[in-house]
């Protein structure tokens, strides 16, 4: 019998305020259990934007297997557990 092994995607929605017209930028970083999100937003020089709250969904990059994981976007710090 020939078992597979399916591992968990794991998506986030971040909620903040940003600035009107201007682009986000997401990177991410991982090592073992430790995932690094950083979000920054670009505008145009010259501009005045206006503050506006987003909401983002984000796929994390990878997979994750069963563990305990330690998820930090910019200065925020959460733990999940996938099992």
């Known amino acids: 019998m020939l078992f597979q092994a399916?591992?968990?995607r794991?998506?986030?929605i971040v909620e903040g305020q940003g600035l009107a017209g201007g682009d986000l930028e997401v990177r991410q970083e991982r090592t073992d259990g430790e995932i690094f999100v950083t979000i920054s937003q670009m505008h145009p020089p010259g501009t005045q934007p206006s503050p506006q709250p987003f909401k983002q969904r984000l796929f994390l990059e990878g997979a994750f297997p069963p563990g305990k994981y330690t998820l930090?976007?910019?200065?925020y710090a959460t733990t999940f557990q996938v099992r």
């Open 72 to 75: 930090r976007v910019n200065d």
């Open 6 to 8: 399916y591992r968990i």
């Open 10 to 12: 794991v998506q986030i």
